[in-house]
């Protein structure tokens, strides 16, 4: 329920309801044929919001504003402020406040720990991608995008398989709902590989240590995590290592 001011066309207080009463700290009969300036502070309202007086002083019309200002015991609280006449032509307006502080406060601490969230991701070792339920890529880290070659804006909303595992080693197209990354976005369950192929933008194999975790929001699987390691270096070495070893099992004289 939104408090609710009746103003004459001077500003003055005719009529404050409950809700004005527990949101602004004023009792009724304290705030009645007082002007509202005198009642709400408006000049130590955060600057970051337009001020509440551009409306009072021109009560002409609907006017909305999202706005700061400072309740009785000085909290300071952001509201949705609508001022609208009473009727057509009438010298009374309606200056309804919703109070929007809980949820601006929220969102606010929300984005901070998103954001404080993908400075930390950015900041490690590990190539970090999210994909979303249909397999397009949503998050990427930049450990995985120097590793993949791509810049963000290039690879961001892109289908994970159709880009980066459309081909297995042996260069022949794979199918996405045969693979094994389709399979955790529809099952929800958390799996390690030790070998996973990913190309390159330059279409270049690279070799991966790959974990994968699901995502769930209100129990319901809305995609997967992928961290992943390049292993090339030392899966190369490893392929040469095996075949001088064939070599030498194949010709013992040598």
């Known amino acids: 329920l939104d408090a609710i001011i009746s103003l004459n066309q001077s500003g003055y207080i005719q009529d404050w ?73 009438s010298n009374y307006f309606s200056l309804n406040l919703h109070d929007l502080t809980v949820q601006i406060r929220k969102d606010k601490a929300i984005i901070r720990a998103e954001t404080q969230a993908r400075h930390l991701l950015n900041s490690v070792d590990t190539g970090i991608m999210e994909l979303d339920n249909e397999g397009n890529i949503s998050f990427i880290n930049d450990t995985a995008l120097k590793t993949l070659g791509y810049k963000r804006d290039k690879i961001l909303g892109q289908h994970f398989h159709h880009t980066l595992q459309y081909m297995d080693v042996n260069e022949v197209k794979t199918d996405w709902y045969q693979s094994p990354i389709y399979q955790l976005l529809n099952s929800g369950i958390s799996k390690h590989f030790d070998t996973q192929v990913f190309w390159h933008k330059q279409e270049k194999l690279i070799y991966t240590s790959l974990s994968s975790v699901p995502v769930y929001e209100n129990d319901e699987l809305t995609g997967i995590i992928l961290s992943f390691s390049d292993i090339t270096k030392s899966f190369n070495v490893q392929q040469e290592q095996k075949r001088l070893l064939q070599i030498s099992e194949a010709s013992p004289d040598l």
Do not use: C, M
């Open 17 to 89: 309801n409950d809700t004005a009463e527990h949101l602004l700290g004023w009792k009724r009969n304290e705030v009645l044929n007082r002007h509202v300036s005198s009642v709400i502070d408006l000049h130590q309202a955060n600057s970051f919001y337009q001020n509440l007086g551009d409306i009072i002083d021109e009560p002409l019309g609907d006017r909305r504003r999202t706005v700061s200002l400072f309740a009785r015991n000085k909290d300071e609280l952001i509201v949705e402020a609508v001022l609208r006449p009473v009727d057509t032509g």
